[in-house]
């Protein structure tokens, strides 16, 4: 299974803003709510995140979205030995 197979298990989908310098998947709630999961190409880095109209508010991961995260990481080659 693929890590976007995996994200979409998950009711995330490949963000719709395409970038060379980062991967963005995206779940969307009620009342205009969204959560994002980032993976900064440049730099190596994972962020979570829930943008409202009040601002970002950075969180932390389930068990099953670091599955999916680990497996993104492997397909990308940073877990390298």
Request: net charge negative.
């Amino acid at each position: 299974m693929t890590a976007d197979e995996m994200f979409k298990e998950l009711g995330y989908k490949k963000s719709k803003f395409v970038s060379k310098d980062f991967i963005e998947y995206q779940h969307s709630y009620i009342y205009d709510t969204s959560i994002f999961i980032r993976f900064d190409l440049d730099e190596l880095y994972i962020t979570k995140y829930d943008d409202t109209d009040n601002g970002i508010k950075y969180l932390g991961f389930t068990l099953n979205e670091l599955k999916a995260i680990t497996k993104q990481m492997e397909e990308l080659g940073w877990l390298k030995n």
